[in-house]
């Protein structure tokens, strides 16, 4: 599911519909003039919410459109390096946001990616071959993206997201 970080960070589902999910992709679709920071602590709560598992459209630049929103790219990618949240190569030719020039960075960090075609009808599937150009240039090997694991590995790397989710881990990281 895509759910919509609201204002505050949090997600639009409460946590008793995210956690039915196997995949949650969190992403902002309103309130794009918010300042730097506050756009930030936004971003950052939601990368910490359990059930996230891949930020989506990280700047919410529209080429030729609009500019993306003023965030410290930094401080998210250190973010989703540390929860294990992988980062959307938006494939769809108005977007091509993550921005391939935090590429190398992010591959620094430790981040995983996702490709995705952001579609809204199925004959906008094949927009996955702009994710993987923009992959491609910013040099993103496939074993970093989830959407080209082999299918035992991914279903690994899912059901390491459930447990993070888990009552257990919630736990875990109101202690720490």
């Known amino acids: 599911i895509e759910s919509d970080i609201l204002a505050d960070g949090s997600l639009d ?11 949650v992709i969190a992403s902002i679709h ?31 630049r529209q080429l030729l459109r609009r ?14 390096a540390r929860e294990g949240v992988a ?7 108005w977007r091509l946001d993550m921005d391939w020039r935090w590429c190398a ?14 579609a809204h009808a199925t004959d906008e ?3 996955l071959r702009w994710g993987v150009l923009m992959a491609r240039k910013g040099a993103v090997p496939a074993d970093r993206v989830i959407n080209a694991l082999g ?3 991914f279903g690994r790397w899912l ?13 875990r990281r109101r202690a720490a």
């Open 105 to 118: 960075r992010a591959l620094e960090l430790g981040c995983l990616f996702a490709i995705d075609p952001d």
């Open 159 to 171: 059901a390491g997201r459930k447990q993070r989710s888990s009552p257990a881990a919630a736990k």
């Open 13 to 23: 589902y409460p946590n008793d519909v995210l956690k039915s999910f196997d995949l």
């Open 151 to 153: 299918a035992k590995d």
């Open 67 to 80: 500019p993306g929103y003023e965030v410290d790219m930094e401080a998210i990618l250190k973010a989703c």
């Open 30 to 60: 309103s309130r794009f003039r918010m300042s730097e920071r506050e756009q930030t602590e936004r971003i950052l709560k939601a990368i910490a919410n359990p059930h996230t598992s891949i930020l989506g459209h990280v700047t919410g």
């Open 125 to 127: 599937i094949d927009n």
């Open 87 to 93: 980062i959307e190569i938006n494939a769809n030719p």
